[in-house]
């Protein structure tokens, strides 16, 4: 069999458009990343979107129900609803995309480094980040915010905190289903170095578990981001962002379902769009979803 | 196979150890100087010395980490900084409350998610599956402020069944918080059963397209028994750790519903305790957590021992 | 009589991308009671969607397009649920292809074996699978038996229900030689004892010659050819039959065999290594540990340039470790290894360059010795740079295009990635990587082992080519004796990571002097029905090896380790034994 049948394509170009090909034949990927950059381009546009000011109330229109004037109604402030929540995206997925990349790269430079290395780094690498996963998300992420404040810089921090082991277990356990493998001992019996292993032969091998990865953190860095919101200890009062809007208007619900509903579907579609790319992804790349754990 | 469970139990008293230190070691590196942070900035500097001493803070800190550990071992916590009172004991009401609505929650999300996870695994790519998969979807894709916003609008405002908020302090009785339990518990059994039956269903699916799988369905044995006696024992070990994960998971959980009910469990205390800038009881909440996170998973890990006979007989994972 | 099997015109496809691609077309067979019928074919012939055809079984994705299957008179496909349950085990059961895989981890053996219905005793039925201590064995979970008794235990599961057919999936792939022969022999006594009509699905053309009746051709879906075993074996009627059989290599070949077109085999007379063609590689008293364990006591060996050394042995025996010692996998932790321009004691990363490119390791496994995400090319082009055996990016593109030419490939495949690729064409590109260090010593661990014959023979080729063409010392590790005799001048027979016996070639194969090789050889299965063990078999001995005294010396430079007929008490080395070391992970 030493014929050529069809047009050899050539390979990092080839990589790349099947990659994208796979990933179109996947309907729930393509869906999942249309909702997400659907919220980006809205969040990007906000100020051409939105015909009132998010922050300045008028007192004399507080609590309308949705109208001509006020599409989405005001809030117990007077200010415009469907502003705030077309500005809220704004906060959550600036902050969450941050703190995401953040935790995904610094979990996946420390998870091939443990899957490659093992012997007693891995070891205490795993028991360190077993402690740090022992304490509870929200309580780690309520004192790193109250010691330091609530600035963004502050909650991508924290949230790498929480973050990166979880993301450490999962692409450690992607890289070592490829350290075994008889291309990375062929490198080895080169002779050639971690570093130059890691890029060239494992990394390849799991940018698509990494890719999932980000997709299905992201959702929950959201999740948590807008908890810490509605809590009091994330985005400050009066910075329009969705779990804020329905800690204020919770209490007002019954007269302006609106004003909370409108920011809960906003979150919620943002946090589907990002769960169906992330299980499209899998299911097109043939990420196993069982490594990931929780 | 008695090594193996020494051997985890040590891992787990390490990783608590070590889980104890990074607690302390965050708290104490708070910025700023503990005693002025929970006075205030008008405080007299002779309050603040005062302070000061009473919280031990001019000894070193390992002495104060070795301190609060003897302690910890004996259930004493310090006194809080707030109310003046043990934190060991405050501490153990509120956790008392949060177990109630716990161990509803676990009950139903447990024997819940694990059903519709089998059901949505043995019926891939039909009907049954598809919907328990987009159910699962939209409920790990709200956060939990929000189940609980909607199950108020729902069971408390249109049918008035349960209680929106509860009235009770933390000393309430049972009696008196069992019809405010409901609805929290509800609203985290959603959350959690969402992951639950999303690992269930890969797992059981991977595990009915395992050759031992066929091979006893080839035998001629019925759905049932091949689905009992073959497939589960091995599809429910992921999920052990999974459902551990997400027992801990409800410690942290806990904080915003109860929140939105004004129920007096641990997660309002930890809240409150946060704005209040009360160190002993945010330690001892920390560490109370982890001992439950190490627990949970020690747990998983001897129920891995009960369905993998491997690890039974070998000792080794 | 009247079949018990009747496979009418059966086709098979599945759905892939909106369209039904066939994997079984038309296939038409007929099994008798007490007689066997082999369906035989390479990878990608539907033998094994045949085979659960039989039991109504389809994998998931795949129907029936067309025919039929009939078993004990009913049609299987047609049954409703209840009844083609019963049907199953019943009537027809089957053993599936890996044992490990096929039992229930955590279920006991003897409830698995019990619930397969019957109205046997578990240890009755463990006692005519011929397992020791049968009460003791049925309490033990799979993963507590060795592979050979797994199989044993899954044969036991099927004849629970004294079925009257049965279905054998390649029952002994995977298995070591030695407990391949028990397997077969055990088949064939209960298919005898049951009047069973037994079914067996196997690519190896040795063990369908041993066992069936009748085989069946398979290729791409289709039969190609049908035949009584004999009559197919003596007079093969078409080239692809003929083509498949000699490329299946023998005990008695002198050369290397060439399969012509039209099914033909040449002897390709050994190439001489002259006398004084200098040592490339010399290893003096090896030892090898994994933790506590030992898995290489004392090994010596020298392979000179131009000469391809076989190191035979079953898994567990340390081949494996050698190689990887040698490639600079792991350290020996005594003994010498050495090459003509360093020391190879050390792992790779502390070789100087120079020498490190000289020493070329050829994986068993050629799915996964490329990376899936890089193309070929570039996995030639790799080393080429790091080795700086290449100079600018143009030269060394170039250089890996007239390497991937060197192994007979067409050098437009560089742009591929492996999965575009077929198993013999990524074998061929592992071995144009090893080339690319310009190396004078290359390590081929298991090479041809995962391939189908035809292929098999081709990468035989490639490898005696290339030694004659690049003078290369070549350490050639397997399990197969017969593979190992048309390409290897000298071999070195190991058994539990010691040398037992060793020599040139023709001296061993023609007189085998230690039991053990006599047992390997006794064990390996010719593809002719009538084929008499070549030699005759001890069956107790004992080790008599002393120091300074290790070996009897048979001339020629062959000579085995010293043994002698045991007192009945100690058999050295029982056919099952549990798996044990970790070496078996690399062997």
Known sequence: MTTVDTAPAVAPAARTARAWRTLCSSRTAVIGLAIVAVHVVIALLAPLLASYDPIAGDASQALLGPGGAHWAGTDQYGRDVLARVLYGGRYALGVSVAATVVSVALGTVAGCAAALRGGWFDDLLGRVLDAVLAVPAVLALLVVVTALGTGPAVIVLAVAVVFVPQVVRVVRGAALAVVPADYVTAARARGEGTWSILRREVLPNIVDVVCVEFAMRASWVVLLISSLSFLGFGADPPTPDWGLMVAENRTAITVVPMASVAPIIALATLVIGLNLAADGLSKAWGVDRIREGS | MLSFVARRTAAALGTLLLSSLLVFLAVQALPGDVATQVLGKDATPQAVAQLRGSLGLDRPAWERYADWMRGALHGDFGTSLVSGKAVGGDVAQYLGNSALVAVITILFAVTGSLLLGIVAGLYRDRWPDHLISTVSLVGMSVPEFVVATVLVLCFSVALPWFPAVVLYGPDATVGQLLPAVWLPALALAVVMAAYIVRMARTSVIDVMASEYVTTARLKGLSTWRVVTRHALPSALLPVLHVIALNVAWLLGGVAVVENVFNYPGVGKLMLSSVQNRDLPVIQAIALISAVVYVACNLAADLGAMALNPRLRTRGRT | ?587
């Not at chain 3, 037994?198 to 369908?208: E, F, I, Q, R, T």
């Not at chain 3, 081949?319 to 020391?343: F, Q």
């Open chain 3, 1 to 587: 009589m009247t079949p018990l099997v009747s496979v009418n015109s059966l086709s098979v496809a599945y759905r892939s991308g909106g369209r039904d691609v066939p994997v079984v077309r038309e296939v038409s067979l007929e099994a008798a009671a007490g007689r066997t019928l082999a369906l035989v074919g390479e990878s990608g012939s539907g033998k094994s969607t045949l085979a659960a055809a039989l039991l109504g079984h389809l994998r998931h994705g795949s129907r029936v397009t067309g025919g039929s299957v009939e078993v004990d008179g009913r049609d299987v496909f047609a049954l409703p649920a209840p009844e083609l349950r019963r049907l199953r085990g019943r009537t027809v059961a089957m053993v599936a292809q890996n044992a490990g895989q096929a039992l229930t981890p955590s279920m006991r053996v003897g409830r698995q074996i019990a619930e397969a219905g019957g109205d046997i005793p578990v240890i009755d039925l463990l006692d005519q699978v011929r397992l020791p201590r049968p009460a003791e064995l049925a309490r033990r979970y799979p993963h507590e038996l060795s592979g050979g008794q797994q199989q044993r235990v899954a044969l036991a599961m099927a004849i629970a229900a004294r079925p009257k057919v049965l279905v054998l999936d390649e029952p002994t792939t995977g298995l070591d030689v030695v407990t391949q022969r028990g397997v077969l022999d055990l088949i064939a006594a209960l298919r005898d004892e049951l009047g069973l009509a037994a079914v067996l699905v196997s690519h190896d053309l040795g063990v369908v010659a041993h066992l069936a009746d009748e085989v069946c051709v398979l290729k791409s879906g289709r039969v190609v050819e049908s035949a009584p075993t004999r009559q197919l074996f003596a007079r093969p009627a078409e080239p692809y039959t003929k083509r498949l059989l000699a490329s299946v290599p023998r005990l008695d070949d002198a050369g290397l065999a060439l399969v012509r077109e039209s099914g033909e085999r040449d002897i390709r007379p050994r190439a001489v290594v002259p006398g004084d063609a200098p040592v490339a590689v010399s290893a003096r008293d090896v030892t090898v540990d994994y933790g506590r364990s030992r898995v290489v006591h004392g090994v010596s060996f020298e392979v000179r340039r131009g000469e391809v050394l076989a190191l035979v042995g079953e898994s567990g025996s340390g081949k494996s470790t050698l190689a990887w010692a040698l490639a600079g996998l792991r350290t020996p932790s005594g003994g010498t290894m050495t090459h003509e321009s360093g020391d190879l004691a050390r792992p790779a990363q502390r070789r100087p360059m120079s020498l490190r490119r000289r020493v070329q390791l050829v994986f068993q496994n050629a799915d996964t010795s490329l990376n899936p995400r890089r193309s070929v090319g570039d996995a030639v082009r790799r080393p080429l740079r790091f080795f700086r055996t290449a100079g600018g990016r143009a030269e060394s593109a170039e250089r890996a295009r007239r390497l991937i030419a060197d192994v007979r490939l067409d050098p437009a495949l560089a742009d591929r990635l492996p999965a575009q690729l077929s198993g013999g064409q990524r074998q061929r590109i592992g071995i144009a990587r090893a080339l690319a260090g310009e190396p004078d010593v290359l390590v081929a661990d298991e090479i041809t082992t995962a391939l189908d014959v035809s292929v098999q023979a081709e990468v035989l080729r490639l490898v005696d080519d290339l030694r004659r063409e690049r003078d290369l010392a070549c350490l050639f590790i397997s399990h197969d004796l017969a593979v190992v005799r048309g390409i290897a001048d000298r071999v070195v027979v190991l058994r539990g990571g010691v040398v037992v016996e060793e020599g040139p070639t023709e001296a061993v194969f023609a007189a085998p002097r230690h039991p053990y090789t006599r047992r390997l050889m006794a064990a390996a299965l010719e593809p002719d029905p009538d084929a008499r063990p070549p030699v005759e078999v001890t069956p107790d001995w004992a080790d008599a090896a002393q120091e300074g005294d290790v070996w009897t010396d048979h001339g020629d430079g062959h000579r085995a380790r010293r043994w002698r007929p045991a007192d009945t008490s100690a058999t050295p080395d029982a056919p099952d034994t549990p798996p044990t070391s970790i070496a078996e992970g690399v062997s």
